[in-house]
């Protein structure tokens, strides 16, 4: 058998710091949780567990800081089986992290902290192993390494997903012009082309560079996609599930639909495969391997 092909993914890997608790307190409080975990999150970060666990070899692209939370999330994702060679450990560096608080319905209340010191300059990454990448799938918390990477991927041949997620519109602007699938959350959608119907919002997506698919996934109600050249829009509807936690869905699905492009699946394909992981995912609160993934296909 040939090998899996490889989805690298760029851009945010966080630390998530998660307590079950009781009830999430009203100030001041202290309060004992039920459990605790750590382990990573962050978009593009998900999104090569994704790509992994169904069937491909992963790579991750990006930073985190040389302090205590860092070296743990190389090392869980390592763990995972992801290329970490392209994670840089910047001397000085704040590694992003999560406070995730999740009460006994499953409801969250989540405290990000970006990431500090973790440099902007994309000059280090290593963007020859693109030639051997079947898809480079990124996230726009780093700007600058998407541009890098997306450029010479579109060099090489190797098709760019970018996960459009809430950001500020100047750097979506930026972003989606580069890219060949510009696949947007509600509220990312909402940031690059502020004020617009969702058609016309990925019409404009589509108008904007040589991006040839252009989405947005909404959760329970599935997705909504446009291809170049296409009169109307097209919406994969989501599958059916109990969802029981739906963070990281949206992460998954882009991971999945970077591989499906990898694997060179016709785009209507790549929509349901991408949608079924991304249920899975909502329904377990757990990636889900591609035996289950064909399961719900089948
Ligand atoms: N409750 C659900 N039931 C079925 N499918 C779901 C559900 N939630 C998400 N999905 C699937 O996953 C896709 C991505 O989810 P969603 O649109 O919520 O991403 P998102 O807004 O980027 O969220 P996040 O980034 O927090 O994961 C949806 O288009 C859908 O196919
Ligand atoms: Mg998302």
């Excluded at 710091?17 to 975990?37: D, G």
Aim: proline share 8%.
């Amino acid at each position: 058998m040939s090998v899996p092909p490889l989805v690298i993914c760029l851009g945010n890997v966080v630390a998530d710091h998660t307590f079950r608790v009781e009830h999430i307190p009203e100030p001041p409080a202290k309060i004992a949780a039920r459990s605790y975990s750590i382990g990573p999150g962050g978009m593009a970060a998900n999104a090569a567990i994704a790509a992994l666990r169904l069937g491909g070899r992963a790579a991750f692209w990006g930073r985190i800081g040389d302090d205590l939370n860092g070296e743990p999330l190389a090392e869980a994702l390592a763990a995972e089986g992801v290329d970490v060679t392209g994670l840089r450990r910047v001397p000085g560096g704040r590694t992003p992290v999560g406070a995730v608080l999740v009460d006994p319905r499953g409801e969250r209340t989540i405290i990000s902290f970006r990431g500090a010191g973790l440099g902007t300059d994309p000059s280090w990454l290593p963007l020859d192993r693109l030639k051997d990448a079947g898809a480079l799938c990124c996230d726009p918390r780093w700007q600058e390494g998407v541009a890098a990477a997306a450029a010479a991927a579109r060099q090489a041949g190797v098709p760019v997903v970018l996960d459009g997620e809430r950001s500020e519109t100047r750097i979506l602007v930026d972003l989606v012009p580069r890219v060949d699938h510009a696949i947007f959350s509600v509220p990312g959608l909402a940031n690059f082309a502020p004020g617009c119907e969702p058609e016309e919002g990925l019409r404009r997506a589509l108008a904007s560079g040589p991006v040839t698919v252009a989405a947005v996934t909404q959760g329970e109600k599935g997705v909504l996609w446009l291809t170049r050249g296409a009169a109307k829009a097209e919406r994969t509807p989501a599958f059916p599930v109990e969802a029981t936690n739906t963070t990281g869905a949206g992460d998954v699905f882009h991971g999945a639909y970077a591989l499906a492009m990898a694997e060179r699946m016709p785009v209507e394909r790549a929509m349901r495969f991408a949608s079924a992981a991304g249920a899975l995912r909502a329904r377990d609160g757990a990636t889900p391997d591609r035996a289950m993934v064909d399961g719900l296909l089948a």
